[in-house]
């Protein structure tokens, strides 16, 4: 059974870093793409970034620039390094997985980011 646990969360001041990890108890590998997505008090779930098995990342037009995606194939992890963290990045961020392109068909539990001003 896939399972990812994501950490790293936390309350930080705007202008501050944080670094979020997802563990998976399987290979990564296996997964066409990993992900984080977030989603804030009242409003829908957004997309993040995402890296694809090959390497090639994504990001949101709200991030890029300051967020940054990896993975670890060998510590079956995917990290997302934020700097210049602002109040509207505050939400609970998710990890997510998918084997096909266009489907995340496993999520973690989610790990909440707080930036205040």
């Known amino acids: 059974q896939v399972q990812l646990v994501e950490s790293g969360g936390g309350l930080v001041q705007a202008g501050g870093s944080l670094r979020l990890s997802c563990a998976a108890s399987v290979s990564i590998f296996s997964f066409h793409h990993m992900g984080w997505y977030r989603q804030a008090p009242e409003k829908k779930r957004e997309f993040v970034a995402s890296i694809t098995r090959s390497g090639t990342t994504y990001y949101a037009v709200s991030v890029e620039g300051r967020f940054t995606i990896s993975r670890d194939n060998g510590d079956n992890t995917l990290a997302l390094q934020m700097y210049s963290l602002k109040p509207s990045d505050t939400a609970m961020y998710y990890c997510?997985?998918?084997?096909?392109?266009?489907?995340?068909?496993?999520w973690g539990q989610g790990t909440q980011v707080t930036v205040s001003s």
């Open positions: 997510a997985a998918g084997l096909q392109a266009d489907e995340c068909e496993y």
